[in-house]
């Protein structure tokens, strides 16, 4: 601390145990897509939900970005590749959904359709709208290359959030 070559300032943490009915995180915003990083996010949110009698809302996008990748991936026109997108991001919140409610946790879904912004700009819309305490997402915990390739609505959401955002890192990024 004595070489630092910056201000350094002190700063209090408080711990804060969670406890059922704490108000602390009631609304829980989860985006999910299906991929197993996502999973590992829709896991904590149903644990850190039941542990505060808290809800969840799962959101799904369905962007431009989903959707040139499907016209790679499926054959027929536009309007077709579009339902399958809705059809497959309807079946993902949905067993999303049945994760939560298995665990006795109360859930409603989401499916947004949106072709003009970012996805971290739609998830935030959506948490401000929702007044979401807090948002989970799981995420490959990548640097460099792998980040830009696989994206980086994690890093977007956690940087432009208001409010609080936990990272759930998947296991394997965790040995890397």
Request: aromatic share 4%; proline share 3%; glycine share 8%.
């Amino acid at each position: 601390m004595q070489r630092a070559k910056c201000a350094l300032t002190n700063v209090a943490i408080s711990i804060h145990w969670l406890q059922k009915g704490d108000p602390m995180y009631q609304r829980i915003l989860v985006p999910i897509d299906g991929s197993d990083t996502a999973k590992l996010g829709l896991e904590e949110s149903v644990r850190l939900a039941k542990s505060t009698e808290g809800r969840l809302r799962l959101i799904h996008v369905v962007d431009d970005l989903s959707l040139a990748l499907a016209m790679d991936s499926y054959s027929g026109h536009a309007g077709d590749w579009l339902n399958e997108l809705r059809m497959d991001g309807a079946r993902i919140l949905q067993e999303a959904a049945d994760v939560a409610l298995k665990a006795g946790v109360m859930v409603d879904i989401k499916l947004k359709e949106e072709f003009k912004g970012a996805v971290y700009e739609i998830v935030l819309a959506e948490a401000q709208g929702w007044r979401a305490d807090l948002i989970v997402l799981g995420t490959h915990g990548r640097r460099g290359f792998g980040r830009v390739v696989l994206g980086s609505s994690a890093e977007s959401i956690l940087r432009h959030s208001p409010i609080p955002v936990l990272l759930v890192r998947s296991p394997q990024s965790l040995s890397a």
